[in-house]
Each structure stands twice: as C-alpha cells, then as structure tokens.
C-alpha cells in the first residue's frame, strides 16, 4: 500500500515510520498542504493521508477520484476539512477518533493555569531577574465554575481535572452522556445558564453549522464580567473579533486559544521574520490577557504514536479486509450506521 502524505511535519516521520513498516504501508512525505493546487502529487498512490489544515473539498475528491486514489485517511479527529457530502459514495475517509484525550485535555488545563497564575510573565520576567511581583495577582481555582460545552472524550477528562481543583462543573452536550451529572458538583445545563453562571468556559464539541460562532457577542454579552475563555478545539467556535471586542471592553478576563478561525495558513510554520497580515490575531497575542499555541494540544509522544498505529490501521483494514470501524459517514460520522441505511 502506498500512502501520499500531505503536511508533514518532522515529528509525525518517526512513529509513522515504525508501524508503517510493521504493517506494510509505504508513505511518500510532502511537506506541501493537499489542496487543488497540490493533489496531482497523490497520482498513483492507494490513498492520502491528511491532517487539519489540508483541503479535501469536492474538486480534491473529484480529481483524487480520476487518478484512483481510493482512501482520504485523516490523522486526526475533526474532519471539518473534509467535504463529507461530496466524498460519501465516492471515496472512503478514515479517522482516528481518539488518540490521547488526556492530551488535549491537560493542554487546556495548561493554558488556564498559565494564564490566570500569570506564568508566562514570571518565565520572562524572572529571566531578566526581574523578581517584582506587581501585576501577578492571579485567583483560584477551587470553588470557581467552569462551564465545559461538549462533554465527550476530551470534555470528560477535562471535567474530571476540574474537579480535582474543587470546581463546580456545569455542562452542555447535545447529546448528555448518562451518569455524568452527579446533581451537585457536575450539572447538565442549558447554554443560557452555562453562559450566565460560568467563571470560565471551555470548548470541547466539534465545529458544525450548530456550533460555528458559539462563543459570539451574543453569548458574550451573556457571560459574567470577566469571563475566560478556552479553546482547544477548533478556531471558529469563537468569532475572533467578538472575542477581541470582549477583551478589549474587559468582558472577557482571558482567553487561551490552542486554535484560531484563520490558523490554516499560519499554524504549524514560522512566520517569526515576516509580518503578520492578521490584524485580529496580532492584537489578540499582543493582549497581556490571551495566550496563543498553534494547535499544539495533541502534541504529546503517546498521542503522536496512538495516531499513527490507527491510521496505518485503519489503511491496512480498508485494503485488506475492506472494512474500517473508524470510517465516516457524513452524516452520522460512522460508516456501520450508512451500511445498515440507519442515518438516511
Ligand atoms: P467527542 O466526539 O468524543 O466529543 C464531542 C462532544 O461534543 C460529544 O459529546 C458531542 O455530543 C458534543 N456535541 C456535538 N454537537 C454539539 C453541539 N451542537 N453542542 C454541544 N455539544 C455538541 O470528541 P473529542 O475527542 O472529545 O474531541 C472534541 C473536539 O476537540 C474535536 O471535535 C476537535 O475539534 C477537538 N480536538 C482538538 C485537538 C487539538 O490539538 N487542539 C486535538 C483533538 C481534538
């Protein structure tokens, strides 16, 4: 099985590498996006493999279609990328559902403990042995509400760090997962309570139509004073210039963001000796209160190799047996539930 693999970036090699050998899948590596521009390069390949920046949209299916290319595989979980209406029937998308929730997880725990205790001040500051405290005064976590929309794989850990600082959890899912709500320190919710009752929020559902600008003015304008906001699921969930408005008008306390609506052309490359054309993301890094990282939340070892082990998986069970659990579905996300005509 040959692989054309698009974006790529140093640290996917090694592990990719090890279980592509171990299973029999060979992957040619471009460093350059799949795009329309770009998809001439799968010509003669079984399949791509693909991540969250590279465009798999109707003329990508079409043409990877002509050239016989037979598998989209995202390493990835999201796959907003991916024009699943137009791919359904024509060509077979593969994903990895979950690689190292915990990953995403603390990250996002990460970016709110930095940000409300000031850490990425102290590191620079104490570097210039500067040791002034002024301007430090952060608050505590225990017995603060954290409002946690979406409450699957990652949501769930993250409520479950929360809780180990003693805070209350308020939660809204579409889909309530049972047991979760214990009435007293985790509560399902509408969002209107989540939003009114909340210290902070944080984002762990996916992007669709539903969820696009989720945090807008108008959720904003709901949100206690101060509010901080974490997203470490994908950039349009939050309307970057609401956010900036909040921030500006001291709305919004913080904002830690491991995603950003327009990441696709900057995240994962270095633009440190050229100017920034995102006005919007320029003034949010430049704010004291708001932390940057480029889609790094699932950047730990054991997700990188959990990664690569399911999607040769998945390449190597769609060739071989032609089957895949982790095949999508536009619609429901699953290719069992298509088969049995269960989502039509
Ligand atoms: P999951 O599928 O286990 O959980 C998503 C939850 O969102 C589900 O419980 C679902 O019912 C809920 N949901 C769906 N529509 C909703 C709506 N309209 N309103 C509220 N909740 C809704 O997914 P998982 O693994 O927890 O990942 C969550 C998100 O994290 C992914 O969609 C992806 O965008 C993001 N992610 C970010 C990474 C990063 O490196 N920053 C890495 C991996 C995932």
């Known amino acids: 099985m ?10 996917d090699k090694p592990s990719f590498d090890k279980f592509g050998a171990e299973f029999g899948v060979k992957f040619k590596y471009f460093e350059t996006k799949l795009n329309e521009d770009t998809v001439d390069l799968a010509n003669g390949y079984d399949g791509v493999c693909v991540f969250v920046n590279d465009t798999v949209n109707a003329a990508v299916i079409d043409r990877l279609c002509e050239m016989g290319v037979k598998v989209v595989a995202l390493r990835c979980a999201g ?13 077979h998308v593969l994903r990895v559902p979950a690689y190292s929730p915990y990953a995403v997880a ?14 990425h001040k102290a590191y620079i500051r104490t570097r210039d042995f500067n040791f002034s405290l002024a301007g430090m005064t952060g ?6 509400t954290v409002g ?3 409450t699957g794989r ?6 479950q760090i929360c809780r180990g600082f003693g805070m209350r959890v308020l939660a809204y899912d579409k889909y309530q997962t049972p047991g979760l709500d214990n009435g007293d320190t985790v509560k399902y919710v509408s969002l209107e309570e989540l939003f009114a009752a909340s210290d902070i929020i944080s984002l762990h559902c996916p992007l669709t139509e539903e969820t696009y600008h989720i945090i807008d003015e108008n959720s904003l304008s709901k949100c206690k004073h101060g509010v901080v906001i974490l997203n470490t699921s994908r950039g349009a969930l939050v309307d970057a210039e609401a956010l900036l408005t909040g921030i500006k008008t001291r709305k919004v306390g913080a904002a830690c963001l491991d995603v950003y609506e327009e990441e696709s052309e900057l995240f994962f490359e270095d ?3 050229h100017i920034l054309e995102d006005d919007t993301l320029a003034r949010l890094i430049s704010m004291p209160n708001v932390i940057v990282t480029s889609h790094q939340a699932f ?10 082990e399911t999607t040769v998986k998945n390449i190597v069970g769609f060739f071989e047996t032609n089957q895949c659990p982790n095949e999508l579905c536009y619609r429901c996300g699953n290719a069992e539930d298509c088969k049995s005509g269960k989502c039509f």
């Not at 608050?139 to 603060?144: I, N, P, T």
């Not at 950047?299 to 690569?308: D, H, K, M, R």
Request: proline content about 2%.
């Open 154 to 159: 990652i949501g769930q850990v993250f409520i």
């Open 271 to 273: 633009f440190s000796g």
């Open 106 to 119: 603390e990250h996002a725990m990460a970016m709110l403990l930095t940000s409300i205790r000031r850490i």
């Open 139 to 144: 608050f505590d976590l225990h017995g603060k």
């Open 2 to 11: 040959k692989i054309a693999f698009f974006d790529t970036k140093p640290y």
């Open 148 to 150: 946690v929309i979406g």
């Open 299 to 308: 950047l730990t070892e054991e997700a990188l190799s959990n990664i690569a």
């Open 79 to 91: 796959f907003n990328n991916v024009d699943m209406k137009h791919a359904f029937g024509r060509i």
